[in-house]
């Protein structure tokens, strides 16, 4: 679903701009507010857009970045939904998180998702449910009936999606908590301290251990997202072995944030034609060699959807059926 839509409004990309707003961007200087700290992924993506955006927009406006790290980019996002000027000179790249913000943990949420204007995202994730070589479970049934040792990460997808896998599908995970990142816990798994994790990035596995898939040191067993990534075809998707309708709806609103997984956004009520900017030059960058290449030397890994699309995802979000966001709420509380 989503991704033919990207190619139909990709198409559409090279479509003319409003002329009225050709012009406006012309010696004016954009800010990119980046919700979190500086060094850090979502960081290193805004300045890598910095960067290079501007030449996409017509008058080559510069852009400048702004770290506005404060809870796990709810400053940032609440500072685009209610301070941020609305004229097109102001956008945020914001954690994934802030998707479900208002469903999951509302407390400081100032902002509706569905009033904000989304220009597009840098990259979609699909999350592995990995297994060692020499771990008891090596296939994706045998979750369902033995137990798999996997190192946690407090408050991310680490974490959360076993804990998720085993309210809403009934598996078997034992998640060993306080790791501080996947880094660590691959060393966990290395030295025999854990059999597996939960959840780690197709895109950072190859990246980051391209090792373990050459030499077969991890099965692949489970893999999650809206949408099977094409490059695992055979990997079983944790949708297709949910057993009730409610519960796969919980999982599809939790997996939404990985397909915008780096969502770029604007303020509401920005003009239109300004928007239209914004997305072009956006998805521009799919085409542009040199920002390509910034990337690959940056280690980043690209995967460009338009504004439209993720437009989609937060309709999903916003008209989620109660029964769903409760029993996803409740399962997050699972510990």
Not at 5 to 22: E, N, Q, R, T, Y
Not at 110 to 124: E, P
């Amino acid at each position: 679903m989503i991704r033919k839509l990207v190619v139909a409004v990709v198409a559409l990309a090279a479509a003319s701009l409003p002329a009225a707003a050709a012009d406006f961007y012309a010696g004016k200087q954009i800010t990119l507010i980046a919700g979190s700290s500086p060094g850090g992924g979502y960081d290193l993506m805004a300045r890598l857009v910095s960067r290079h955006l501007g030449r996409h927009i017509p008058g080559n406006p510069t852009i400048v970045v702004q770290n506005m790290p404060a809870a796990n980019s709810l400053a940032a996002t609440n500072h685009i939904a209610n301070v941020a000027p609305r004229d097109g000179t102001v956008f945020a790249l914001v954690q994934r998180g802030m998707l479900l913000a208002k469903i999951i943990n509302p407390t400081g949420v100032q902002f509706d998702i569905a009033k904000l204007n989304w220009i597009g995202n840098l990259n979609s994730e699909t999350g592995l449910t990995l297994a060692w070589s020499t771990a008891p479970v090596q296939s994706a049934d045998e979750l369902f009936t033995k137990e798999l040792i996997v190192g946690g990460e407090t408050g991310v997808d680490p974490e959360i999606t076993p804990r998720l896998y085993n309210s809403l599908l009934g598996m078997k995970f034992k998640v060993i908590s306080g790791y501080p990142g996947t880094t660590a816990i691959g060393l966990a798994m290395e030295s025999g301290e854990v059999e597996g994790v939960g959840d780690w990035s197709w895109s950072s596995l190859k990246l980051q251990r391209p090792e373990w898939l050459r030499d077969k040191k991890v099965r692949i067993l489970l893999q999650g997202a809206l949408e099977k990534d094409p490059e695992l075809p055979n990997v079983p998707n944790a949708l297709d072995l949910v057993k009730d309708d409610v519960s796969r709806r919980a999982l599809e609103l939790y997996f939404t944030q990985k397909t915008v997984a780096r969502p770029l956004v604007a303020p509401p009520n920005v003009p239109a034609d300004r928007i239209a900017i914004l997305r072009n030059a956006l998805m521009e960058l799919g085409q542009d060699k040199a920002f390509l290449e910034d990337a690959e030397r940056s280690r980043l890994v690209i995967g460009l959807l338009p504004g439209e699309a993720v437009e989609k995802v937060i309709s999903m979000i916003a008209t989620a059926p109660p029964d769903a966001v409760a029993r996803l709420v409740g399962a997050m509380g699972v510990q």
